[in-house]
């Protein structure tokens, strides 16, 4: 974070947590943090072209846009490990993809539209890049999913000049509603397509996104509170490249539980900081053995392996396995509805 300004982080810290879903939203970052609107768009633009900063936009549940999806895991001969990568990466259901330090070298989340069967599209992409073994380890239960990044310590000043009020106009987020989980109505599907661009950096990035999906801009608001609420719509605000926030190191940490303690442990990893995404999938012994996954992010090598052996008492395993990333073959946002 060094390589951050105080400005600058506190600003990426209210992009990823406290984005303003109103008409302005730059007014009301600058308002939060004693600028002049432009001074915020322009260090946004300047945030994207430097690095950190990725994308804003929204970030959907999957399954309730009626997509399947799955981690998969390949086996590749090392040296045709970049050729197989490159294969996957172009199948457009891809968002992220990575070789890791481990015999399962290649791994990658795959998502298809409704009607598309996805375990036959696992099999024939793994076909048709001839690897040597493959598991696809879909989500049974997802313990936390929260990629945001802690940017502003206990040196820095508050992050906002007063507290923005809750409430629609001024632009708060709604945490989601508790019961039953609803599918995507297909009124709603202009508003997905709509909402995960990434907002433009015009005075009214709403309208401009409306604008472009036949909608008005007090429509798409009020469907993203909607969404929100519903829990459909996980978070609006920022995605970072971990690095260039200063999150130099992350490794995949994998954990073999008994079946009785799963979810207690799934819990406590949750709980950590540290983690950002904590899932129980299923596993494949004795080849893959291991079923609950941990995403594991520090600033540096050592604070990662403090971490991931705090994680270690927490869970108790009977067997665990930690998995560095070697290389980002691809990192994007799916992309939904679009032919």
């Given at each position: 974070?060094?390589?951050?300004?105080?400005e600058?982080?506190?600003?990426?810290?209210?992009?990823?947590?406290?984005?303003?879903?109103?008409?302005?939203?730059?007014?009301?970052?600058?308002?939060?943090?004693?600028?002049?609107?432009?001074?915020v768009?322009?260090?946004?633009?300047?945030?994207?072209?430097?690095?950190?900063?990725?994308?804003?936009?929204?970030?959907?549940?999957?399954?309730?846009?009626?997509?399947?999806?799955?981690?998969?895991?390949?086996?590749?001969?090392?040296?045709?490990?970049?050729?197989?990568?490159?294969?996957?990466?172009r199948?457009?259901?891809?968002?992220?993809?990575?070789?890791r330090?481990?015999?399962?070298?290649?791994?990658?989340?795959?998502?298809?539209?409704?009607g598309v069967?996805?375990?036959?599209?696992?099999?024939?992409?793994?076909?048709?890049?001839?690897?040597?073994?493959?598991?696809?380890?879909p989500?049974?239960?997802?313990?936390?999913?929260?990629?945001?990044?802690?940017?502003?310590?206990?040196?820095?000043e508050?992050?906002?000049?007063?507290?923005?009020?809750?409430?629609?106009?001024?632009?708060?987020?709604?945490?989601?509603?508790?019961?039953?989980?609803?599918?995507?109505?297909?009124?709603d599907?202009?508003?997905?397509?709509?909402?995960?661009?990434?907002?433009?950096?015009?005075?009214?990035?709403?309208?401009?996104?409306?604008?472009?999906?036949?909608?008005?801009?007090?429509?798409?608001?009020?469907?993203?509170?909607?969404?929100?609420?519903?829990?459909?719509?996980?978070?609006?605000?920022?995605?970072?490249?971990?690095?260039?926030?200063?999150?130099?190191?992350?490794?995949?940490?994998?954990w073999r539980?008994?079946?009785?303690?799963?979810?207690?442990?799934?819990?406590?990893a949750?709980?950590?900081?540290?983690?950002?995404?904590?899932?129980?999938?299923?596993?494949?012994?004795?080849?893959w053995?291991?079923?609950?996954?941990?995403?594991?992010?520090?600033?540096?090598?050592?604070?990662?392996?403090h971490?991931?052996?705090?994680?270690?008492?927490?869970?108790?395993?009977?067997?665990?396995?930690?998995?560095p990333?070697?290389?980002?073959?691809?990192?994007?946002?799916?992309?939904?509805?679009?032919?």
């Open positions: 974070m060094a390589d951050l300004s105080r600058d982080r506190l600003l990426l810290e209210q992009l990823q947590s406290r984005f303003p879903l109103c008409a302005r939203p730059y007014a009301e970052l600058a308002r939060r943090l004693g600028l002049a609107e432009g001074q768009m322009e260090r946004i633009r300047a945030l994207k072209e430097a690095g950190p900063l990725r994308q804003i936009g929204a970030i959907f549940d999957t399954r309730r846009l009626g997509y399947a999806s799955t981690l998969v895991a390949m086996a590749v001969e090392p040296a045709q490990l970049d050729a197989v990568a490159d294969v996957v990466s199948h457009p259901g891809v968002s992220h993809n990575y070789a330090a481990h015999r399962f070298n290649l791994w990658f989340t795959l998502a298809v539209p409704p069967d996805l375990e036959r599209e696992v099999a024939a992409l793994a076909g048709q890049v001839g690897v040597l073994e493959a598991f696809s380890l989500t049974r239960r997802a313990f936390k999913v929260d990629v945001r990044f802690d940017l502003v310590d206990a040196s820095d508050p992050a906002t000049q007063g507290a923005t009020a809750e409430g629609r106009e001024e632009g708060a987020q709604v945490a989601p509603v508790q019961g039953a989980k609803e599918a995507l109505a297909p009124r599907i202009p508003f997905v397509r709509a909402l995960q661009e990434d907002l433009p950096l015009v005075a009214r990035p709403f309208a401009a996104l409306g604008e472009r999906e036949g909608v008005g801009e007090r429509a798409l608001l009020d469907a993203a509170h909607r969404l929100l609420a519903s829990g459909i719509l996980r978070r609006y605000g920022a995605t970072l490249r971990h690095r260039e926030a200063g999150y130099r190191a992350n490794a995949m940490a994998v539980v008994p079946e009785g303690r799963v979810e207690a442990a799934g819990r406590a949750a709980g950590r900081r540290e983690v950002s995404h904590c899932y129980e999938r299923p596993a494949y012994p004795p080849a053995p291991y079923q609950l996954f941990t995403m594991v992010h520090a600033h540096s090598q050592e604070e990662l392996e971490a991931v052996a705090a994680l270690g008492e927490l869970i108790r395993p009977l067997d665990a396995a930690v998995l990333t070697v290389r980002e073959y691809k990192k994007v946002r799916l992309r939904y509805f679009i032919e």
